[in-house]
C-alpha cells in the first residue's frame, strides 16, 4: 500500500524539542519532494516547512525559521523534522505529504498525505 | 505573503443539491492553486489541482474553475459523503497558502 507515516509526536514542555518522522511505504520516496503541514486544534491548514528531492532547496514559514529543521533520508525513504525551542503555538497536528507537480523548488500541491502526529506543546 | 479567502464560511444545503465554493486570492496565482477535502479525524485529500485537474479517483462531479484570483470548486450533485470542510491552496508563491476553509454541512 502506498502510505506516509508520521511519528514522534507527544507531550513536551515549552523550551523543549522532538523530533518527527515521516516514512513512505509502497513507492519511493526520493523521487519527490515532501512539505510539513500542520493543523492547530480546531483551526485549518498551515504550510510549515519543505524539502526537494536532494535536499538541494529548502525553505521554512517565518513562524519557525530558527527553530525547525527538515532533512531527509532517502536510503530510509524518510523525511525528519526536529523541532527546538517548541512554543504553546506549536501545537497542532503534523502531517508530511508528497508534491505533485513539483516546479524544482519544492511547491506545488499534495497527493499523498499521512495520518498525521500530534504535538502538545504544555507545562 | 499570498492571502486566500474563502466564501462562504459555511454552506448549508441537501443531497443532490450543487454546491458552490469561491476562493479569491489577494493577488495572482495564476493556475496555481488545489482544492482539498478533510472530514473529521481524517487528512485532508487531493480534489483538484492546477485549478481544474480533477486528481487520481476524484468522481467527476467535482470540478474547479478559475485563473488569476478568483476561483470556483463546484460539486454537480451532492453526495452524503461529500459534506466535510473544502480548502483551497496556492502554490503561486512562498510561503505556500490555504484558505481558511469552507464548511459544507446537511442542511
Known amino acids: 500500500e502506498v502510505q506516509l507515516v508520521e511519528s514522534g509526536g507527544g507531550l513536551v514542555k515549552p523550551g523543549g524539542s522532538l523530533r518527527l518522522s515521516c516514512a513512505a511505504s509502497?513507492?519511493?520516496?526520493?523521487?519527490?519532494?515532501v512539505n510539513w503541514i500542520r493543523q492547530a486544534p480546531g483551526k485549518g491548514l498551515e504550510w510549515v516547512s519543505s524539502?526537494?528531492?536532494?535536499?538541494?532547496?529548502?525553505y521554512y514559514s517565518d513562524l519557525v525559521k530558527g527553530r525547525f529543521t527538515i532533512s531527509r533520508d532517502n536510503a530510509q525513504n524518510s523525511v525528519y523534522l526536529q523541532m527546538n525551542s517548541l512554543r504553546a503555538e506549536d501545537t497542532a497536528v503534523y502531517y508530511c505529504?508528497?508534491?505533485?507537480?513539483?516546479?524544482?523548488?519544492?511547491?506545488?500541491?499534495?497527493?499523498?498525505w499521512g495520518q498525521g502526529t500530534l504535538v502538545t506543546v504544555s507545562s | 505573503e499570498i492571502v486566500l479567502t474563502q466564501s462562504p464560511a459555511t454552506l448549508s444545503l441537501s443531497p443532490g443539491e450543487r454546491a458552490t465554493l469561491s476562493c479569491r486570492a489577494s493577488?495572482?496565482?495564476?493556475?496555481?492553486l488545489g482544492w482539498y477535502q478533510q472530514k473529521p479525524g481524517q487528512a485532508p485529500r487531493l480534489l483538484i489541482h492546477?485549478?481544474?485537474n480533477r486528481a487520481t479517483g476524484i468522481p467527476a462531479r467535482f470540478s474547479g474553475s478559475g485563473s488569476g484570483t478568483d476561483f470556483t470548486l463546484t460539486i454537480s450533485s451532492l453526495e452524503p459523503e461529500d459534506f466535510a470542510v473544502y480548502y483551497c491552496?496556492?502554490?503561486?508563491?512562498?510561503?505556500?497558502?490555504f484558505g481558511q476553509g469552507t464548511r459544507l454541512e446537511i442542511k
Open positions: 505529504a508528497r508534491i505533485i507537480g513539483d516546479n524544482g523548488y519544492g511547491s506545488g500541491h499534495y497527493d499523498l
Open positions: 509502497g513507492f519511493t520516496l526520493s523521487y519527490y519532494s
Open positions: 524539502i526537494t528531492t536532494t535536499s538541494t532547496y529548502i
Open positions: 493577488q495572482s496565482v495564476s493556475s496555481y
Open positions: 492546477a485549478a481544474s
Open positions: 491552496q496556492q502554490r503561486a508563491d512562498w510561503p505556500m497558502t
